[in-house]
């Protein structure tokens, strides 16, 4: 029998309704397919209103979805057995202020009907591997937001559970932070938990997440590794072939025939050449041309389009794409 998906969303419709008398409604969700597989680490990307918290409330179970259906470690979402293996970091985690992180991480043990012999074992534990070692008895009210941050990562990982669910993980925290915050969740996927991470910072996401799935308008405009989306939106993104030259500037100026370029002069008799390729095969005939006309090849960078730029042209194309629903 094949293992279930750590994540399985089936056609997923949310609708709310806005006012009393004329009441409209409006579609958070429009049927979104979605496979998160177990031991991946997965982002979800999306403007604000793009439908991301509806879609983490429906896996949570705090709300339930108009139509389709979601299930978690395969058991329905918001389920008993559901939420018993899950780890949850809200975006804001709010801690009693007379607490200290040591009763924090008390108070959400049993919450989580965690036995006290794991809480006092792990406790320290994890303070320490969130970087909160030495900080434990100090009162959380003290705290600055990425510390508050670091402690709720603490609190998601205190029973142990096969899926984090990470809203804005790196929220509050400087570069040092983000790095030792990435280096935990690469240690987690090697653990073998399934890291699935809402986050605004698309660096971070480009850097720490195997597949990476685009959400805008309730809809799924693309899903895969940053490279598979790079491709799926290569139309609109052409890499950037950046070229210093050296030669007569006739000879170079004659590489503009079919090119969408830019020249620009450089000292001691250079030229910047820059254009646009969609494939290897373009650049490779480009470079041709250029030793037939003995022009002098100085240098040659290739630029391939950011997760940012890919992001921003998924969004901006109101179509679902191909193959967006790619489990």
């Known amino acids: 029998m094949l293992e279930s998906p750590a994540i399985d969303v089936q056609q997923v419709r949310k609708s709310y309704h806005d006012g009393w008398l004329n009441r409209h409604s409006i579609?958070?969700?429009?049927?979104?397919?979605?496979?998160?597989?177990r031991g991946e680490v997965f982002g979800l990307l999306g403007p604000n209103g793009a439908g991301k918290t509806t879609l983490i409330k429906i896996l949570l179970g705090i709300v339930r979805c108009t139509a389709g259906s979601a299930s978690l470690l395969g058991a329905p979402a918001g389920s008993r057995a559901a939420r018993q293996r899950i780890g949850y970091l809200p975006e804001n985690l709010s801690f009693p202020s007379h607490h200290t992180a040591v009763r924090a991480?008390?108070?959400?043990?049993?919450?989580?009907?965690?036995?006290?012999?794991?809480?006092?074992?792990?406790?320290?534990?994890?303070?320490?591997?969130?970087?909160?070692?030495?900080?434990?008895?100090?009162?959380?009210?003290k705290y600055s937001?990425?510390?508050?941050?670091?402690?709720?990562l603490?609190?998601?990982?205190?029973?142990?559970?096969?899926?984090?669910?990470?809203?804005?993980?790196?929220?509050?925290?400087?570069?040092?932070?983000?790095?030792?915050?990435?280096?935990l969740i690469s240690a987690l996927r090697e653990q073998g938990k399934t890291v699935f991470l809402n986050s605004h910072i698309l660096q971070e996401v480009e850097l720490v997440c195997d597949r990476v799935a685009i959400l805008a308008d309730g809809t799924l405009r693309g899903v895969g590794t940053p490279r598979e989306l790079t491709t799926q939106f290569h139309g609109a993104?052409?890499?950037?072939?950046?070229?210093?030259l050296g030669g007569e500037l006739a000879a170079i100026e004659s590489l503009r025939a079919?090119?969408?370029?830019?020249?620009?002069?450089?000292?001691?008799?250079?030229?910047?050449?820059?254009?646009?390729?969609?494939?290897?095969?373009?650049?490779?005939?480009?470079?041709?041309?250029i030793r037939q006309k003995n022009i002098s090849l100085l240098?040659?960078?290739?630029?391939?389009?950011s997760l940012e730029e890919v992001f921003l042209s998924a969004v901006e194309d109101k179509r679902v794409q191909p193959g967006s629903t790619n489990s």
């Not at 579609?27 to 597989?37: F, K, S």
């Not at 937001?145 to 709720?152: A, C, N, S, V, W």
């Not at 254009?275 to 095969?281: L, P, R």
């Open 27 to 37: 579609e958070a969700l429009q049927g979104v397919d979605l496979t998160v597989r």
């Open 237 to 244: 993104l052409s890499s950037r072939v950046r070229m210093e």
């Open 154 to 183: 603490a609190q998601a990982l205190l029973h142990e559970p096969e899926l984090l669910i990470l809203d804005e993980p790196t929220d509050g925290l400087d570069p040092v932070g983000r790095s030792e915050i990435r280096r």
């Open 105 to 141: 991480l008390q108070l959400y043990g049993r919450l989580s009907r965690v036995s006290e012999r794991v809480i006092h074992s792990r406790s320290l534990e994890l303070l320490e591997l969130v970087g909160l070692a030495g900080r434990q008895h100090e009162l959380v009210r």
């Open 258 to 289: 079919g090119h969408e370029h830019e020249l620009l002069k450089l000292p001691e008799g250079k030229w910047q050449f820059s254009t646009t390729a969609e494939t290897q095969s373009e650049i490779d005939q480009l470079v041709d041309r």
């Open 299 to 305: 240098k040659l960078d290739r630029t391939r389009p």
């Open 145 to 152: 937001k990425g510390m508050r941050q670091r402690l709720g």
